[in-house]
């Protein structure tokens, strides 16, 4: 089967397949794999402490692949600058840049001069036809079933990948609720191009930082077991259900504001769940793709049985029509 799209052109890969930018989870060994199998893998710069530990993960990253993979930036959620951490990826000839959580324009302003490709994170069509005015070479659309932050008017991706695939020329990647061959043939049909995952990608062997709680609770949760935390601050995120994250939701309840939840939202409190294994004190971020998730693969095992997948959904229509 021939996969080229113009993604798999643009970012020289050989699959449609992007691993998504995942805080505190998305480091050189799961960038590797995923680019070692024919996707692109990603480092996510701000969960990284300083400037020079995101110059040592691309080193790092780069002495286990020689395949393209790409740097996310989610910009304006870690409250520290991140200007002289793009300078870092474009130092190091980074070959791809997502971005995400705030004003793409000034890192894309940053890129232009240089041969990085650049992808927009958008979750509507108003965002999307900003992104390509501004000069990204692409957009991932995510979908409010997603793991992570997400839009705030949510809609599924169903609904919200043709809309945007209709009101722009570059390509579309589409993201939420994917994690398997028939979501990534449902996407192509669509008119996506590609498409991004970011939950299926911890259940991994080589996502080594989640801790077995965190991949236990990927496996054993159903695609009613995830909660829409910090929508009343304006920032709605995709969590797995727990009692923790649901003090967070009555909080907010009670007091919308960032103050009021701020300590319970913080990546140390994010950290206690799906680093320490520490259920009770912590929050993760997940989608409603949990409900398909029932093994921890190799990335290149999950890959080859997804590209198994969408060949029978391939023979599929080809019997169909
Ligand atoms: C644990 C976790 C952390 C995430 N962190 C980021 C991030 O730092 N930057 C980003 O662009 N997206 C982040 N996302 C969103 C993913 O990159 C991706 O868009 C999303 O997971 C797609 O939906 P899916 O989980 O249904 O595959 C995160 C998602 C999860 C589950």
């Known amino acids: 089967m021939n996969w080229e799209t113009r993604i ?17 989870l998305a480091y050189a060994e799961l960038a590797a794999a995923v680019s070692n199998a024919g996707g692109l893998g990603q480092i996510t710069a701000m969960s990284l402490p300083t400037d020079e530990d995101l110059r040592n993960e691309i080193r790092q990253l780069r002495s286990l692949t020689s395949k393209p ?13 991140y200007e002289s951490r793009v300078q870092v990826a474009i130092d190091e000839q980074v070959p791809v840049v997502t971005i995400t959580g705030g004003n793409p324009t000034p890192i894309l302003q940053m890129l232009k001069p240089t041969l990085t490709k650049t992808l ?3 979750a509507s069509r108003r965002q999307a036809q900003k992104a390509e005015e501004q000069g990204a070479d692409g957009v991932i659309v995510v979908g409010q079933e997603g793991g992570g932050h997400l839009g705030r008017d949510d809609i599924g991706t169903m609904v919200l990948v043709p809309q945007v ?4 020329n570059i390509p579309v ?20 191009e590609g498409i991004e995952m970011g939950t299926r990608f ?5 996502c080594v930082h989640a801790s077995p709680s965190y991949k236990q609770a990927l496996i054993d949760g159903s695609e009613t ?4 935390i910090k929508r009343l601050i304006g920032a709605p995120a995709r969590v797995l259900r727990n009692d923790y994250a649901q003090t967070i939701l009555d909080i907010e309840k009670k007091t919308p504001t960032y103050e009021a939840i701020k300590d319970y939202i913080s990546g140390t409190a994010n950290k206690q769940w799906i680093y320490e294994g520490n259920k009770q004190g912590g929050f993760a971020f997940g989608g409603q793709v949990i409900g398909m998730i029932h093994d921890i693969p190799t990335v290149s095992k999950l890959i080859n049985s997804m590209i198994n997948e969408a060949e029978t959904v391939r023979h599929r229509w080809g019997t169909l029509f």
């Not at 695939?165 to 722009?168: F, Q």
């Not at 990647?173 to 049909?189: C, F, N, P, T, V």
């Not at 077991?225 to 829409?228: A, I, R």
Request: hydrophobic share 55%.
């Open 120 to 122: 927009v994170l958008v």
């Open 69 to 81: 993979f790409g740097v996310n930036f989610a910009i304006g959620m870690h409250g520290i600058g």
């Open 173 to 192: 990647i589409a993201s939420g609720g994917i994690g398997d061959g028939r979501g990534w043939m449902a996407a192509l049909a669509l008119g996506a």
């Open 165 to 168: 695939v209709d009101a722009v």
């Open 202 to 206: 911890i259940a991994t062997q080589e």
């Open 8 to 24: 798999t052109k643009l970012l020289q890969i050989e699959y449609p397949i992007i691993q998504g930018g995942l805080a505190y």
């Open 225 to 228: 077991d995830t909660m829409v």
